[in-house]
């Protein structure tokens, strides 16, 4: 599934805010392209892996003059250039659309999108706190010349299929959203807070002030004597001279971070400063511009958040700045944000739109090291798409028992998946395998699931893993051949043929990539526990290996040096006998660099390596130059197989 996501060139929040999203889009495993000139480092929380920045003008917002006071006769160039282009803009995007097969746009809060998806028929949303519309009537209000222009950007937004409206915003401020949604309030999130006070060499004690005024310009502030009334550090991005406490940085400096560690704030009213300010609890001085119409209902959105001090005319004495500043309230003061749970909402629609009659089903395989999600449209029989993430749920098992430790870090890794598809309307089933059948206790997690969640769940047998690793594999099949499917998880690995009157036979070994690293590390050899077992297979002539499921997807791309997406879109993947001999090779070099900005971990790359040993074995055992890679693990098996 792609999804193309449309920022407004004007400031930094539009930017910011698809960034949130995407971030949400791409941990539910969809590609999202980021359709803007926004600069790029807005989006340095996102893996380039995961997404493409493609540079796109295709609106211009408000021209700012000196001190951010909006420039009428610029703004209204700017406008009418823009509409003089809007059938090249229109027809370069409906390319666009129709040779990358986008599924879905979204819109904050372009309007010439809304008519090029009309043209190439793909369902558009729009989300925004104000839109354009609003602001132009404002700012044209005397301007009877603009009127036409201002109904055409109405009328674009009342085509879009689906508009969410998010907090800081009114149902006043977005005059061309039809019947909008509740979005909530979406901000950028770190997974690694920066130590700012480090980089910087600021002590533990010193406080921290921070002045920013959002993407473009500055503001009219006494810098001087707000420096010298702040006892601690003053940190901001604009240039200034002969300040004692004054640290300049950079811009692209990471200012999710900087907000994190600041102990107060001054800024413009902007949706990124506020929403990011607001998520972290943070406190802020807010200094208005002058009749700017956004700014009517982001200070309104602010009014019951506590520690923000609204100041229209900022003192320009050193005591009178103390004071102020003594005023600010302090405390914890975090607001939830809606990121995934828009995103969700926003997945749902689009699945309404696109199969409105249609038969969903969400499958997760719940394995020792992973799980394994997937959407499926059981009218259609064809997968809508898949995600998974790493549970290491076996990892730490001892005497039959799985650690608190694993089951809460399992839950939790399950939970950002489960979270978004709990917005999707589809039938809920989850499948456990592999140490979910070996630990006592697995069904505290099972159940977790089933209660929070509403999953129907249940641990399969070997025998059955098997028939849906079976089922996964039969588009790789070739005629001919003895076809050999091999599943690799973390605590057991199955491996199925057919017999005779074309039963499917098979065998579930009892080794995994978790237990073989626990063999290796207690000092026995774990291919030779391979090799024996691989040695009772029955003997078979003229085979093709076919390897399903995640391990297989993992051990490709890092065999073939390629990212997910290509690997996933591969459709006829081989991997040689030669690719593993290379791989082997370069570790036991000790030279990694080919292979290990692949890897999350050094554990996954020692997983990965034992699953290359393993696949090394099958094709000795069986005489095969080479296997071919089956993506599609036992859950799409299971969806094919369900009723």
């Known amino acids: 599934m792609k999804i193309a996501l449309y920022a407004s060139g004007h400031g930094f929040g539009h930017a910011t805010r698809i960034a949130a999203l995407a971030d949400s889009f ?220 004054l640290i300049w940085v950079s811009p692209d400096e990471d200012f999710l971070s900087l907000i994190y560690t600041a102990d107060l704030i001054i800024c413009k009213p902007g949706y990124s400063t506020f929403s990011e300010i607001l998520a972290l609890g943070k406190s802020m001085i807010c200094v208005p511009r002058k009749n700017y119409p956004e700014e009517e209902v982001l200070l309104e959105g602010i009014k019951d958040y506590p520690p923000a001090v609204i100041v229209e005319d900022f003192p320009q004495d050193i005591q009178k700045i103390r004071e102020l500043f003594a005023k600010v309230p302090h405390g914890d003061y975090e607001q939830e944000t809606s990121n995934s749970e828009l995103a969700g909402k926003m997945l749902s629609e689009y699945l309404k739109i696109k199969y409105p009659e249609d038969r969903l089903i969400s499958v997760c395989d719940l394995g020792s090291n992973n799980m394994n999600y997937l959407l499926y449209n059981k009218s259609r029989e064809e997968l809508i798409y898949r995600t998974w993430c790493s549970t290491y749920l076996g990892k730490d098992i001892s005497d039959g028992l799985l650690s608190a430790r694993s089951l809460v870090r399992a839950f939790f890794a399950i939970a950002e998946i489960l979270n978004r598809d709990q917005c999707i309307h589809s039938e809920k089933y989850l499948i456990a395998t592999g140490v979910n059948r070996q630990a006592k206790n697995a069904s505290e997690l099972l159940n977790r699931i089933k209660k929070e969640y509403h999953y ?43 017999g005779a009157k074309e039963k499917i036979l098979g065998i579930s070994l009892n080794f995994g990539l978790q237990s073989l690293l626990r063999e290796e590390a207690a000092g026995n050899s774990a291919i030779l526990k391979v090799r024996q077992d691989f040695a009772d297979l029955p003997d078979m002539q003229n085979v093709n290996i076919i390897a399903v499921g995640l391990t297989a997807t993992v051990l490709a791309r890092v065999l073939k040096k390629m990212n997910y997406r290509q690997i996933l879109s591969s459709t006829e993947l081989v991997i040689g006998h030669s690719e593993i001999v290379e791989f082997k090779s370069a570790l036991e070099s000790e030279d990694t660099k080919e292979y290990k900005y692949l890897m999350n971990s050094e554990f996954e790359l020692s997983s990965i390596h034992m699953a290359a040993l393993v696949m090394e074995q099958l094709l000795d055992r069986y005489d095969c130059w080479n296997f071919m890679v089956c993506n599609d693990g036992i859950s799409i098996g299971y969806a094919k197989w369900i009723k």
């Open 26 to 245: 791409i941990r539910f495993g969809i590609y999202v392209y980021l359709c803007t000139d926004r600069p790029q480092f807005l989006f340095q929380e996102l893996k380039d892996e995961d997404y493409q920045y493609r540079e796109v003008c295709i609106d211009g917002g408000v021209v700012h003059a000196e001190n951010l006071v909006t420039d009428l006769p610029a703004t209204k160039l700017e406008l009418l250039r823009l509409f003089s282009q809007r059938e090249e803009i229109v027809a370069r995007e409906v390319e666009f659309l129709r040779q990358e097969n986008i599924d879905l746009v979204v819109a904050d809060i372009p309007f010439f999108i809304v008519e090029a998806c009309g043209y190439a028929g793909v369902p558009v949303f729009g989300v925004s706190n104000f839109d354009w519309a609003f602001i132009y009537k404002a700012i044209f209000a005397e301007d009877e010349e603009m009127l036409p222009v201002i109904n055409t950007i109405w009328s674009l937004y009342r085509r879009m299929d689906k508009s969410y409206l998010l907090d800081l915003g009114s149902i006043d401020s977005v005059p061309g959203f039809k019947n909008p949604a509740h979005g909530g309030l979406l901000s950028r999130e770190k997974n690694v807070i920066k130590d700012i006070r480090h980089e910087y060499d600021i002590a533990d004690d010193e406080p921290i002030l921070l002045m920013i005024f959002g993407g473009e310009g500055t503001i009219d502030l006494p810098v001087s004597e707000i420096c010298k009334a702040w006892d601690g550090v003053v940190m901001t991005p604009y240039q200034a001279t002969d300040i004692g406490n």
């Open 456 to 498: 129907k769940t249940k641990v399969i047998s070997a025998k059955t893993e098997m028939n849906y690793a079976w089922q996964a594999a039969l588009p790789w099949m070739q005629q001919g051949k003895t076809n050999v499917v091999i599943d690799i998880g973390g605590a057991s690995t199955e491996i199925a043929w057919l």
